[in-house]
């Protein structure tokens, strides 16, 4: 295998649907890039050979980004929106839903933090509810905020001192509260390392990986199954 596409549709994330999915398929990305580059460094190849590209005529799903910059580049079709990675929770609250039918719920909690019954009990979250739900969003954000930040910084072939790696992490959480940019904003910020359509990708891989042949996940994975059915048969 010479490299590795990963398109990312604007329909979202792939099917993606929850953070855990998303870090364990941005893991194998980057497991990979580091195995063909461990590879490469065996045979004298050229260091600055790429393995893995990430590819999406706009990043507007929930995860998008956060999955493609596991890639060593990320390009994006130009005039279109990157949207950056965030985390949310709606929950909503039925008290006075309820309240119209002449339901009341008694509901005892065992501490100040413990509000699972509060959707029933509270028409808005409580203070209690508010600091443990920023907390568990805070704690998130915190594994995805870095991940992004090493690999936009090691896509940029620099080594940044640690003030430098300080302006670029302010920076970079300046952009991720701005929630959305433009293609040609996200190039300047370096967030993307291209803009390309799709049918221009062919000429970009094959003036990377000096070969013309491309083949779908699946069918790689059908003649793999297929090889190894042959060698235990």
Partial sequence: VAGLCLRLGSAGDGGV??????????????????KK??????????PRQTYTVAWSDAYDGKY???????????????????TLP??????PYFKRLLGNHGVVV?????????????PLTESAPTKAARTQTHGLLTSLFDQIEPAV???RLAARETRPGRFGRWRARRRLTSLLSSGTLTA???????????????DELATYFSSNYS???????AKYARALAITKARATA
């Fill in 184 to 198: 040609a904003e996200a190039l300047d910020e370096r967030l993307l390392d291209g803009l390309a359509y799709e």
């Fill in 37 to 46: 580059q461990l590879a490469a460094g065996a045979v004298d190849s050229d």
């Fill in 106 to 118: 008694h509901a005892i909690k065992r501490g100040e933090y413990k509000s699972a019954a509060e």
């Fill in 211 to 217: 070969t013309q042949k491309r083949y779908s996940l």
């Fill in 149 to 151: 930040l090493e690999s």
């Fill in 86 to 91: 965030s985390l949310s929770v709606t929950m």
């Fill in 64 to 82: 998008s980004f956060f999955i493609g910059s596991g890639c060593e580049r990320v390009l994006s079709q130009p005039d279109s929106l990157v």
């Fill in 17 to 34: 649907s929850s953070l855990a999915a998303a870090q364990e398929l941005r893991d194998a990305l980057v497991d990979f890039s580091k």
